[in-house]
Every structure is written in structure tokens, then in C-alpha cells.
T-cell receptor, first 116, second 121 residues
């Protein structure tokens, strides 16, 4: 069974500081996703990482993927209050051995609070 | 233009009742999904469905059943509701999601609906 572990699960940081959220997964996968969820809202796609070494940046967020280490990171640069949300990573895998369809397995989420 | 829509947004009902949640996507996607998010915000896939295959997560009770009248809709029926069914249910869609697909990020991305908060009393 695919396991996806995020850490930390809770992160309180001051505005202007940098920090990294880590996402480890247990089996081979070629695709990793990062989502953002605001309280009471749906999931917003941030990044789709398709290959080893992939790096994507959007504003103060940068995501990377190391498929050999089965690790993805979400780096936050100079945090601002608007980044406060829960961030999920998710990994694609076949629904079962030999399946043609893939399913996402989510980490437990990292609740980020940026303090002014 | 809402890409993935769900109704109702809130649903409060009593134990033992049967209820449905509707989902519609206007993205022309081939695959749709249902997820459950529990009180600890943990998200878990319940079903994925396209015109070729319905995949049911083995942990989902058979009181839950997806029904797809057409490619743009995947409704969730729940029979004999229990207290533990209280959660937020999200519908999502993507392009056909298979191992044979070799496209760009937009082909794999799942788009989520706004969610339905189900409360069973």
C-alpha cells in the first residue's frame, strides 16, 4: 500500500521567513502533486511534477521532485500572511497491480500559519 | 463558469436515511472521482470512474455507490447513513487517467469541486 508522509503537520512561521515542507512516499511514482486548501474551501492545484528533477515555481512557492529519493519539497520564501492554508502533497499510483487507471494518495496535510 | 460543481453544498440528515450528492463537470474530462475528507482533514479516494472502469477503494462500505448517467456526471448515493459518514465529500475530474497517457501536466491534473459537507445526526 502506498504511503505518503508529510512533515511537519503543523507549521507556524513569521512573515518574511523561509521554510520547507517535505513529502516522502513509499513506492515508485512518476507524478506528484501539491494542493492548497483554505478553511472551508476546496482544493486548489499548485504544482504537478512529472519527472525526476522537476522544479516549478509560482510566486513565493517552489516545488521539487526527487523520484530516486521518493521525496518532494515545497519551499516557501519570505512568507506572507496570505500563504496561511493547509498544503497537501499527493502521489499517483495504479489503483491496483496492473490497473489502467491511477488514483491519488494524499499526505495528511501541513497546516501553515504565517504570523505577522 | 464552474468547472466542477456539486450539490448540495450542505446536507444535514438523520441516521438511517438515504441521500445523494450530485456532481457535474463541464471540462470534457473522461474520468471522475469521489473523495472523503474526514474531521482531521485527511483525504481519501473512494471511487474513480471512466467509461471503461469503476474502481472502488476496498475500504468503502457498500452503502456507498456511484452512479454515472453520462460522462459529465458522477453522483454519489449513500444508503442507511451512519454517524461516521459525516465528512466533506469532494468530487473531482481529470482527463482519462491511464498509464498509457504521456502528456503534459494539464492531462494529469485533477480539478476538485467545492465539496459537500454531510452531517449525520
Amino acid at each position: 500500500e502506498l504511503k505518503v508522509e508529510q512533515n511537519p503537520l503543523f507549521l507556524s512561521m513569521q512573515e518574511g521567513k523561509n521554510y520547507t515542507i517535505y513529502c516522502n512516499y513509499s513506492t515508485t511514482s512518476d507524478r506528484l502533486y501539491w494542493y492548497r486548501q483554505d478553511p472551508g474551501k476546496s482544493l486548489e492545484s499548485l504544482f504537478v511534477l512529472l519527472s525526476n528533477g522537476a522544479v516549478k515555481q509560482e510566486g513565493r512557492l517552489m516545488a521539487s521532485l526527487d523520484t530516486k529519493a521518493r521525496l518532494s519539497t515545497l519551499h516557501i520564501t519570505a512568507a506572507v500572511h496570505d500563504l496561511s492554508a493547509t498544503y497537501f502533497c499527493a502521489v499517483d499510483s495504479p489503483a491496483y497491480s496492473g490497473a489502467g487507471s491511477y488514483q491519488l494518495t494524499f499526505g495528511k496535510g501541513t497546516k501553515l500559519s504565517v504570523i505577522p | 463558469d464552474t468547472a466542477v460543481s456539486q450539490t448540495p453544498k450542505y446536507l444535514v440528515t438523520q441516521m438511517g436515511n438515504d441521500k445523494s450528492i450530485k456532481c457535474e463537470q463541464n471540462l470534457g474530462h473522461d474520468t471522475m472521482y469521489w473523495y472523503k475528507q474526514d474531521s482531521k482533514k485527511f483525504l481519501k479516494i473512494m471511487f474513480s470512474y471512466n467509461n471503461k472502469e469503476l474502481i472502488i477503494n476496498e475500504t468503502v462500505p457498500n452503502r456507498f455507490s456511484p452512479k454515472s448517467p453520462d460522462k459529465a456526471h458522477l453522483n454519489l448515493h449513500i444508503n442507511s447513513l451512519e454517524l461516521g459518514d459525516s465528512a466533506v465529500y469532494f468530487c473531482a475530474s481529470s482527463q482519462e487517467h491511464s498509464s498509457g497517457l504521456a502528456g503534459g501536466p494539464e492531462d494529469y491534473e485533477q480539478y476538485f469541486g467545492p465539496g459537500t459537507r454531510l452531517t449525520v445526526t
